[in-house]
């Protein structure tokens, strides 16, 4: 005796409605994300670029490659702050390894 549910049916369903039934609001949110995906490729891309153009300034590399993965810890240090965001020990472990790392290059 037990319930059974027929996945394939209602993904079908909900399908055809998200593309056809409401076509209108599915293109707002298709180019919307689009445009966030550009906005997010060009930032991405001018980052890397600042990243390349201090190389030739500096004698240490390493410290611009370790340096750069420094908006990992601070974008997860604000999410948990800022967003509200879950901080579950594999996280915080995670936060301070990395950090360490950071610490180890610059020190040491």
């Given at each position: 005796?037990?319930?059974?549910?027929?996945?394939?049916?209602?993904?079908?369903?909900?399908?055809?409605?998200?593309?056809?039934k409401?076509?209108?609001?599915t293109?707002?949110?298709?180019?919307?994300?689009?445009?966030?995906s550009?906005?997010?490729?060009?930032?991405?891309?001018?980052?890397?670029?600042?990243?390349?153009?201090?190389?030739?300034?500096?004698?240490?590399v390493?410290?611009?490659?370790?340096?750069?993965?420094?908006?990992?810890?601070?974008?997860a240090?604000l999410?948990?702050?800022?967003?509200?965001?879950?901080?579950?020990?594999?996280?915080?472990?995670?936060?301070?390894?990395?950090?360490?790392?950071?610490?180890?290059?610059c020190?040491?």
């Amino acid at each position: 005796m037990g319930i059974t549910i027929d996945y394939n049916h209602s993904l079908d369903r909900d399908v055809h409605f998200i593309f056809f039934k409401r076509k209108g609001v599915t293109q707002g949110i298709i180019t919307a994300l689009r445009m966030v995906s550009y906005a997010n490729g060009l930032i991405l891309s001018a980052s890397y670029g600042l990243i390349l153009l201090s190389m030739p300034y500096e004698t240490n590399v390493s410290y611009v490659v370790a340096f750069r993965q420094l908006s990992i810890p601070i974008g997860a240090i604000l999410g948990i702050i800022a967003l509200k965001e879950a901080h579950y020990t594999p996280k915080l472990v995670a936060l301070a390894s990395i950090f360490l790392g950071l610490m180890m290059v610059c020190f040491g």
